[in-house]
T-cell receptor, first 108, second 117 residues
Framework: KNEVEQSPQNLTAQEGEFITINCSYS?????LHWLQQHPGGGIVSLFM???GKKKHGRLIATINIQEKHSSLHITASHPRDSAVYIC??????????FGQGTRLTINP | DTAVSQTPKYLVTQMGNDKSIKCEQN?????MYWYKQDSKKFLKIMFS???????INETVPNRFSPKSPDKAHLNLHINSLELGDSAVYFC????????????????FGEGSRLTVL
């Protein structure tokens, strides 16, 4: 079993829908990252958080340290949001452990 | 201006060969990483360097040798390539407070797709 589990693995939705991707982890962490991998393969860091909630545009990330759980929300989803979203937890100083990714497809 | 750049982007080579992938960052970060993404798109850390010093070596075969000539560069040399080395290799950088927790977000290169025939 992976130390970091994401759900769902695949998600297809219609444009405009509210999207939630979940990440659960089983180890102690110092921070958690949400990453976006574009269809072309490039990876972009969306958020790094260690408590509470962060918002950037239509993206919202939350983390509950006690429950070892984080969620990534996308409001008013758009086809350009189609990508793989990856949760990664920071163990210790510099070691990132990755979830398996959630493939999101937003249909027009 | 590319923040983290990797070369080459694509590399096709025969089993047994030796190859290198270069990485440079112009962000002034003090920590650089190599990650491997396998055919199932699963990312895994290989190495991290902080100020040219090896910090993480995640049970990678010693055919893989990272080299950091300075803070802005982290190259990956692979000897005696095997079929299982075929993957996409990502370089990344971040700022840390010495060896303390990474203080900011990660910046990734575009990846180098290695195919071993």
């Amino acid at each position: 079993k992976n130390e970091v589990e994401q759900s769902p693995q695949n998600l297809t939705a219609q444009e405009g829908e509210f999207i939630t991707i979940n990440c659960s982890y089983s180890v102690g962490i110092s921070a958690l990252h949400w990453l976006q991998q574009h269809p072309g393969g490039g990876i972009v860091s969306l958020f790094m958080l260690s408590s509470g909630k962060k918002k950037h545009g239509r993206l919202i990330a939350t983390i509950n340290i006690q429950e070892k759980h984080s969620s990534l929300h996308i409001t008013a989803s758009h086809p350009r949001d189609s990508a793989v979203y990856i949760c990664a937890v920071l163990r210790g100083a510099q070691k990132l452990v990755f979830g398996q990714g959630t493939r999101l497809t937003i249909n027009p | 201006d590319t923040a983290v750049s990797q070369t080459p982007k694509y590399l096709v080579t025969q089993m047994g060969n030796d190859k290198s992938i270069k990485c440079e960052q112009n962000l002034g970060h003090d920590t650089m990483y190599w990650y491997k993404q396998d055919s199932k798109k699963f990312l895994k850390i290989m190495f991290s360097y902080n100020n040219k010093e090896l910090i993480i070596n995640e049970t990678v075969p010693n055919r893989f040798s990272p080299k950091s000539p300075d803070k802005a560069h982290l190259n990956l040399h692979i000897n005696s390539l095997e079929l299982g080395d075929s993957a996409v290799y990502f370089c990344a950088s971040s700022h840390t407070a010495g060896l303390a927790v990474v203080t900011g977000e990660l910046f990734f290169g575009e990846g180098s797709r290695l195919t071993v025939l």
